[in-house]
Protein backbone atom coordinates (compact mmCIF):
# COMPACT_ATOMS: atom_id res chain seq x y z
CA UNK A 1 0.00 0.00 0.00
CA UNK A 2 1.18 3.36 -1.05
CA UNK A 3 1.82 6.22 1.50
CA UNK A 4 0.57 9.75 1.18
CA UNK A 5 1.22 12.63 2.97
CA UNK A 6 -0.27 15.83 2.61
CA UNK A 7 -0.05 18.65 4.61
CA UNK A 8 -1.87 22.32 5.33
CA UNK A 9 -1.08 25.14 7.16
CA UNK A 10 -2.57 26.46 10.80
CA UNK A 11 -4.15 29.96 10.71
CA UNK A 12 -1.85 33.28 9.72
CA UNK A 13 -2.44 36.69 9.10
CA UNK A 14 -5.15 37.49 11.80
CA UNK A 15 -7.59 34.41 10.75
CA UNK A 16 -9.21 32.37 12.93
CA UNK A 17 -8.99 28.99 10.38
CA UNK A 18 -7.22 27.93 7.40
CA UNK A 19 -8.66 26.10 4.89
CA UNK A 20 -5.74 24.02 3.53
CA UNK A 21 -5.76 21.97 6.75
CA UNK A 22 -9.47 22.27 7.42
CA UNK A 23 -10.12 20.39 4.14
CA UNK A 24 -7.28 18.15 5.03
CA UNK A 25 -9.79 16.62 8.20
CA UNK A 26 -12.14 15.63 5.76
CA UNK A 27 -10.58 13.44 3.51
CA UNK A 28 -11.24 9.80 3.75
CA UNK A 29 -8.03 7.22 5.55
CA UNK A 30 -7.49 5.73 1.83
CA UNK A 31 -7.85 6.82 -1.54
CA UNK A 32 -7.41 4.39 -4.17
CA UNK A 33 -5.76 1.97 -1.95
CA UNK A 34 -3.27 4.12 -0.52
CA UNK A 35 -2.91 5.42 3.24
CA UNK A 36 -3.58 9.38 3.59
CA UNK A 37 -1.66 10.90 6.05
CA UNK A 38 -2.50 14.79 6.83
CA UNK A 39 0.15 16.85 8.48
CA UNK A 40 -0.58 20.57 10.24
CA UNK A 41 2.48 23.00 9.22
CA UNK A 42 3.45 25.90 10.80
CA UNK A 43 3.60 28.88 8.91
CA UNK A 44 7.21 29.61 9.88
CA UNK A 45 9.83 30.41 7.49
CA UNK A 46 12.45 27.11 8.35
CA UNK A 47 10.52 25.36 10.68
CA UNK A 48 7.92 24.24 8.18
CA UNK A 49 10.92 22.37 5.95
CA UNK A 50 12.07 21.04 9.77
CA UNK A 51 8.94 19.67 10.36
CA UNK A 52 8.03 18.23 6.71
CA UNK A 53 11.75 16.59 6.81
CA UNK A 54 10.86 14.60 10.00
CA UNK A 55 7.55 13.51 8.72
CA UNK A 56 8.94 12.20 5.67
CA UNK A 57 11.64 10.58 7.55
CA UNK A 58 9.09 8.69 9.93
CA UNK A 59 6.55 8.24 6.83
CA UNK A 60 8.25 6.81 3.80
CA UNK A 61 5.85 8.64 1.86
CA UNK A 62 5.64 7.73 -2.11
CA UNK A 63 3.81 10.70 -2.56
CA UNK A 64 3.89 14.43 -0.92
CA UNK A 65 1.26 17.13 -1.35
CA UNK A 66 1.82 20.34 0.06
CA UNK A 67 -1.20 22.53 0.15
CA UNK A 68 -1.56 26.41 1.11
CA UNK A 69 -4.06 28.92 1.20
CA UNK A 70 -4.52 31.31 -1.63
CA UNK A 71 -6.96 33.88 -0.88
CA UNK A 72 -8.85 35.38 -4.13
CA UNK A 73 -8.66 32.39 -6.23
CA UNK A 74 -12.36 30.86 -7.15
CA UNK A 75 -10.53 27.30 -7.08
CA UNK A 76 -7.65 24.74 -6.75
CA UNK A 77 -4.20 25.98 -8.07
CA UNK A 78 -1.54 23.68 -8.99
CA UNK A 79 1.90 25.29 -8.36
CA UNK A 80 4.45 24.88 -11.12
CA UNK A 81 7.51 26.10 -10.08
CA UNK A 82 9.26 27.21 -6.52
CA UNK A 83 11.85 29.87 -6.84
CA UNK A 84 15.05 29.90 -4.28
CA UNK A 85 13.13 33.54 -2.39
CA UNK A 86 11.93 34.25 0.72
CA UNK A 87 10.15 37.59 0.30
CA UNK A 88 7.48 38.33 3.00
CA UNK A 89 5.21 41.17 2.91
CA UNK A 90 3.42 40.52 6.40
CA UNK A 91 5.31 38.63 9.35
CA UNK A 92 5.15 35.12 9.49
CA UNK A 93 3.78 33.00 12.89
CA UNK A 94 6.49 33.49 14.83
CA UNK A 95 7.48 37.43 13.40
CA UNK A 96 9.80 36.85 11.15
CA UNK A 97 9.81 39.05 7.28
CA UNK A 98 12.59 38.29 5.17
CA UNK A 99 13.11 40.10 2.12
CA UNK A 100 14.65 38.71 -1.04
CA UNK A 101 16.54 35.99 1.09
CA UNK A 102 17.17 32.71 -0.70
CA UNK A 103 15.03 29.49 0.93
CA UNK A 104 18.66 27.86 0.59
CA UNK A 105 21.58 28.83 0.06
CA UNK A 106 23.61 28.23 -2.87
CA UNK A 107 20.48 26.37 -4.41
CA UNK A 108 19.46 26.37 -7.50
CA UNK A 109 16.93 29.67 -8.86
CA UNK A 110 14.12 27.26 -8.73
CA UNK A 111 12.56 23.62 -8.99
CA UNK A 112 9.55 21.99 -10.96
CA UNK A 113 7.16 19.94 -9.17
CA UNK A 114 7.50 16.46 -9.81
CA UNK A 115 3.59 15.73 -9.51
CA UNK A 116 1.57 14.57 -12.44
CA UNK A 117 0.07 17.92 -12.38
CA UNK A 118 -2.01 17.66 -15.97
CA UNK A 119 -3.81 14.48 -14.66
CA UNK A 120 -4.50 16.10 -11.49
CA UNK A 121 -6.32 19.06 -12.80
CA UNK A 122 -8.25 16.99 -15.04
CA UNK A 123 -9.69 15.13 -12.23
CA UNK A 124 -10.48 18.18 -10.41
CA UNK A 125 -13.78 20.37 -11.61
CA UNK A 126 -12.37 23.98 -11.15
CA UNK A 127 -8.65 24.17 -11.26
CA UNK A 128 -6.08 25.14 -13.20
CA UNK A 129 -2.08 25.74 -13.39
CA UNK A 130 -0.15 28.93 -11.50
CA UNK A 131 3.18 29.24 -12.62
CA UNK A 132 5.13 30.29 -9.22
CA UNK A 133 4.17 29.82 -5.22
CA UNK A 134 4.50 33.29 -4.34
CA UNK A 135 7.17 34.09 -2.49
CA UNK A 136 6.16 33.81 1.20
CA UNK A 137 5.83 30.96 3.46
CA UNK A 138 3.69 28.82 0.87
CA UNK A 139 6.73 29.05 -2.00
CA UNK A 140 9.10 28.67 1.17
CA UNK A 141 7.36 24.86 1.70
CA UNK A 142 7.44 23.99 -2.22
CA UNK A 143 11.16 24.98 -2.59
CA UNK A 144 12.47 23.25 0.73
CA UNK A 145 10.25 20.01 -0.70
CA UNK A 146 11.32 19.65 -3.41
CA UNK A 147 15.10 20.43 -3.08
CA UNK A 148 14.72 17.98 -0.32
CA UNK A 149 13.55 14.99 -2.98
CA UNK A 150 16.07 16.39 -5.31
CA UNK A 151 19.03 16.10 -3.12
CA UNK A 152 18.24 12.20 -2.14
CA UNK A 153 17.96 9.39 -4.71
CA UNK A 154 14.17 9.14 -4.56
CA UNK A 155 11.33 8.35 -7.11
CA UNK A 156 8.91 10.29 -4.47
CA UNK A 157 6.94 12.62 -6.40
CA UNK A 158 6.10 15.97 -4.90
CA UNK A 159 4.57 19.57 -4.97
CA UNK A 160 1.76 22.01 -3.71
CA UNK A 161 -2.06 23.08 -4.64
CA UNK A 162 -3.49 26.35 -2.99
CA UNK A 163 -6.60 26.56 -2.11
CA UNK A 164 -9.17 29.37 -1.61
CA UNK A 165 -10.91 30.96 0.71
CA UNK A 166 -14.08 29.38 2.63
CA UNK A 167 -17.23 31.69 2.93
CA UNK A 168 -16.76 32.41 6.50
CA UNK A 169 -13.47 33.92 5.70
CA UNK A 170 -14.68 36.52 2.98
CA UNK A 171 -18.10 38.12 4.45
CA UNK A 172 -16.80 41.25 4.80
CA UNK A 173 -14.18 40.85 1.54
CA UNK A 174 -15.21 41.18 -2.01
CA UNK A 175 -13.33 37.80 -3.12
CA UNK A 176 -14.12 34.39 -4.51
CA UNK A 177 -14.45 31.20 -1.70
CA UNK A 178 -15.23 27.60 -1.65
CA UNK A 179 -16.44 25.48 0.36
CA UNK A 180 -14.42 23.13 2.47
CA UNK A 181 -16.81 20.19 1.25
CA UNK A 182 -16.14 21.21 -2.42
CA UNK A 183 -12.60 21.84 -1.78
CA UNK A 184 -11.79 18.65 0.32
CA UNK A 185 -13.82 16.66 -2.70
CA UNK A 186 -11.26 18.15 -5.39
CA UNK A 187 -8.21 17.52 -3.36
CA UNK A 188 -9.72 13.67 -2.97
CA UNK A 189 -10.15 13.38 -7.19
CA UNK A 190 -6.95 14.89 -7.19
CA UNK A 191 -4.77 12.95 -4.77
CA UNK A 192 -6.89 9.72 -6.59
CA UNK A 193 -5.63 10.99 -9.99
CA UNK A 194 -1.78 11.48 -8.74
CA UNK A 195 -1.51 7.93 -7.65
CA UNK A 196 -3.21 6.48 -10.52
CA UNK A 197 -0.77 8.36 -12.60
CA UNK A 198 1.90 7.03 -10.42
CA UNK A 199 1.02 3.79 -10.33
Known amino acids: MKNILITGFE ?17 PETIATAKIHILCLPVVFGKNGAL ?11 IIICVGQAGGRSGLTFEKIAINCQNASVPDNDGNQPHDEPVIKQGPAAYFATLPLSQMIAA ?3 AEFSYHAGTYVCND ?22 VPFVPEQVHDKKT ?14 AIKAAIEATN
Open 141 to 162: TMYRLLHLLASGDSKVRGGFIH
Open 176 to 189: SSQSLEETAKCLEC
Open 124 to 126: CKK
Open 11 to 27: PFGGEKINPSYEALKLL
Open 52 to 62: LEQSIDELDPD
